[in-house]
Every structure is written in structure tokens, then in C-alpha cells.
């Protein structure tokens, strides 16, 4: 489906799901804005293209993305069920402690959430994070983000979301992250932006 904003606004957004075709096919564009959103260099491109497009045949895959005039991206989110045999998802297991692995149960992982810098503080990280969660059957969402004071973390704690673990170091990354979650739905109240309107 061909997915035009409104032209009468300047900078309006769309919402838009990717089936798993149109991810990979739009994969160098979206790893282009998460690239730039979180100031990685340009050769970590290729790794990021194979391992998101394993992840796109996984189950219970989605994505979001923000559409502006021309189709240009602005923002995505994506994620799948977590499951065990995952990586993302044993890293998490080795640390959380026993009375803590209900977490694990049924949830989905929000893989990746990120928006171009052009377009951070208009609401687009929260209409993503919203319209990837809407309908969702599991019975939580988690996340991993780096530690640090920044959108993201107030993004998640405004939302709801709660301490998993804290400062946590994943294989082969020394940087601390922090493991967030909470439970589905998310309440149902709409971005404040209006300009970004969801379709399906």
C-alpha cells in the first residue's frame, strides 16, 4: 500500500506497519536512521542488515515506521516473541534471578526504537512504541536500553515501564544497559502530536 501524508502539512507523519518483505527491502534505510540516531559508525551497517533480517523471520515479528512526504523515514520500531534459544533472550535469563523469571513467560521484545534526530521531541518515539503495542497478545513488552539520563529512559518510565534488571552487561558489549518491562496493553491514550496519524 502506497502511504501519502497529507500534504497540507509540511511535516506531517504516518504510521505505517512493514511485513517482513518490506523490512528487508527498506532495511538500508532503516538501519541509515538507527545509525545516526544513536551515532554508530557507518561500518556497522552490513552486521546490523544480517542480523535484522534473522530477526524478521522470527515470530511474531512487526515494525513500525514514521512516513514523512516523499516516504521519507523518520523513526522505527520493531520486535518479535521472545523466546527461548534467542540470544537477547538467554542474556537476559543468565541475569535475571529465579523469582524474576516470569518475566521471561510471554512477552514481546521491543527490538529496536529510534528516531532520526530531525525529528526527536515530537512525539514519534511514544506514537511508534504505542502503535507496535497495540494489539499485541503477550502478556508483557520488554526492552534493553544503555544506562544513561536521556528521551529514551523518559520515554519508557513515562510509559510505565519498570526495573528487570539495572546496569547490566550483555556479552560482548562492556557498556551497563538497563533491562526494562511492563505489561500489556499499554493504556490507550494517543500521542499529543496530531500531526501523526496511525494506518494499517
Not at 509540511?10 to 532503516?30: I, W
Not at 513500525?64 to 537477547?88: E, F, K, N, S, T
Not at 514519534?124 to 503495542?133: M, P, Q, S, V, W
Not at 544506562?147 to 550483555?170: H, I, K, P, S
Request: aromatic content about 8%; charged content about 30%; proline content about 7%.
Amino acid at each position: 500500500m502506497e502511504l501519502l501524508p497529507d500534504e497540507s502539512v509540511r511535516d506531517s507523519v504516518v504510521l505505517a506497519h512493514l511485513d517482513p518483505a518490506a523490512f528487508r527491502r527498506r532495511t538500508p534505510e532503516l538501519i541509515d536512521v538507527y545509525l545516526t540516531a544513536m551515532h554508530y559508525p557507518t561500518d556497522l551497517a552490513r552486521a546490523r542488515s544480517v542480523l535484522w533480517e534473522e530477526h524478521s523471520q522470527r515470530a511474531g515479528f512487526d515494525c513500525v515506521v514514521g512516513l514523512g512526504p516523499g516516504d521519507r523515514l523518520h523513526g522505527l520500531a520493531y520486535g518479535y516473541r521472545g523466546a527461548p534459544g534467542q540470544w537477547w533472550y538467554s542474556e537476559v535469563r543468565r541475569g535475571v534471578r529465579p523469582a524474576a523469571a516470569q518475566h521471561l513467560e510471554d512477552f514481546f521484545e521491543l527490538t529496536e526504537l529510534h528516531v532520526h534526530p530531525d525529528r526527536q521531541g515530537h512525539g514519534l518515539g511514544e506514537a511508534l512504541l504505542r502503535e507496535l503495542a497495540r494489539g499485541r497478545t503477550e502478556r508483557r513488552m520488554l526492552l534493553s536500553t544503555p544506562e544513561g539520563e536521556n528521551r529514551a529512559w523518559r520515554l519508557y518510565r513515562r510509559l510505565g515501564f519498570t526495573d528487570v534488571l539495572r546496569n547490566y552487561r550483555f556479552t560482548g558489549d562492556p557498556r551497563p544497559f538497563g533491562v526494562l518491562g511492563r505489561d500489556l496493553p499499554l493504556d490507550p491514550r494517543a500521542t499529543d502530536d496530531r500531526r501523526i496519524t496511525p494506518v494499517r
